[in-house]
């Protein structure tokens, strides 16, 4: 048995279970430590954005959306997935804050990159943070979930107060917010919108060219 830190985690075999849109699903075969070999099931995720856009005021542009798979409206930051092959991430955080928020920006940085579900999926997803914001018509988004979003404005000091609240629970959301909050206090320097994002998924984009 190696020492702890030092196991390498070896995969035995990888069965696909479905594979869909928006996620795959497949079953690896584990070496585990000691020897057994365990089964782990896998979400393949494309990967994702999401956008703190703050503008002049300290304001945060929220959206307030329906979630089937919790069955209720929840209030969010624009975001979306990387849907497009071999597009830059800011370009989607751009064209996302425009469909959702009727939004575009000049100047954009990282904030955060967050892996929400790391048991059991591969989703990773890049939170910008973007200011210097200009209002932009958003696109006939036809009668799916978009067509009944709500936007506010909401004062960031305000939209934090709704993470502990309770009011945000959508994590991606949270940790965006929280992370705003801290380096519009000057608290850290956000990264270059080109920073290395090691956890960036690329097996379900994969799929596409099998």
Same mark, same amino acid.
């Given at each position: 048995?190696?020492?702890?830190?030092?196991?390498d985690f070896p995969?035995?075999?990888?069965?696909?279970?479905?594979?869909g849109r928006v996620m795959a699903l497949r079953s690896d075969r584990v070496v585990m430590?000691?020897?057994?070999?365990?089964?782990?099931?896998?979400?393949?995720?494309?990967?994702?954005?999401?956008?703190?856009?703050?503008?002049?005021?300290?304001?945060v542009r929220?959206?307030?959306?329906? +979630?089937?798979?919790?069955? !209720?409206? #929840?209030? *969010?930051? $624009?975001?979306?997935?990387?849907?497009?092959?071999?597009e830059d991430p800011?370009?989607?955080?751009?064209r996302e804050l425009t469909e959702e928020a009727g939004l575009s920006a000049r100047d954009w940085a990282v904030l955060l990159d967050v892996v929400p579900s790391p048991g059991f999926?591969?989703?990773?997803? +890049?939170?910008f943070l973007a !200011?210097? #914001?200009? *209002?932009? $018509?958003?696109?006939?988004?036809?009668?799916?979930?978009?067509?009944?979003?709500?936007?506010?404005?909401?004062?960031?000091a305000d939209a934090v107060g709704m993470v502990f609240?309770?009011?945000?629970v959508n994590a991606v959301s949270c940790a965006g917010l929280l992370a705003a909050r801290a380096a519009l206090a000057g608290e850290f320097t956000p990264r270059p919108v080109d920073a290395e994002w090691a956890d960036r998924p690329f097996r379900f984009a994969r799929r596409a060219d099998e």
């Open positions: 048995m190696t020492r702890p830190g030092e196991h995969v035995r075999s990888a069965t696909d279970i479905y594979s430590p000691g020897g057994r070999v365990a089964t782990r099931e896998i979400l393949e995720h494309p990967g994702a954005v999401a956008v703190v856009a703050v503008d002049e005021r300290s304001r929220m959206l307030l959306q329906y +979630r089937h798979a919790v069955r !209720r409206r #929840l209030w *969010e930051l $624009p975001a979306g997935l990387l849907d497009v092959a071999g800011a370009v989607t955080a751009d999926s591969d989703e990773s997803v +890049r939170i !200011r210097d #914001l200009v *209002e932009k $018509p958003r696109p006939d988004m036809g009668d799916d979930e978009e067509a009944d979003l709500e936007l506010r404005w909401v004062p960031i609240s309770g009011e945000i």
